[in-house]
């Protein structure tokens, strides 16, 4: 079976937690904190981004 470029599809990070937390055993706890800790710097980086649009956006109306 050959994989052309576009056939993968990569897993997203909830998705790979969820797996290793299911399997962890011991390291449970310290992998749901670290998914958490993951899932709140992805939450400020789209606030981020999107602070960032507005204001090009907001400088393209001006400029």
Do not use: C, Y
């Amino acid at each position: 079976m050959s994989l052309s470029k576009g056939s993968f599809h990569r897993p997203d990070r909830a998705s790979l937690f969820n797996a290793l937390i299911e399997s962890a055993g011991e390291h449970r706890r310290e992998l749901v904190e670290l998914r958490t800790g993951v899932q709140g710097i992805e939450q400020r980086l789209r606030q981020h981004r999107a602070r960032l649009q507005r204001l090009e956006s907001r400088r393209r109306a001006v400029g």
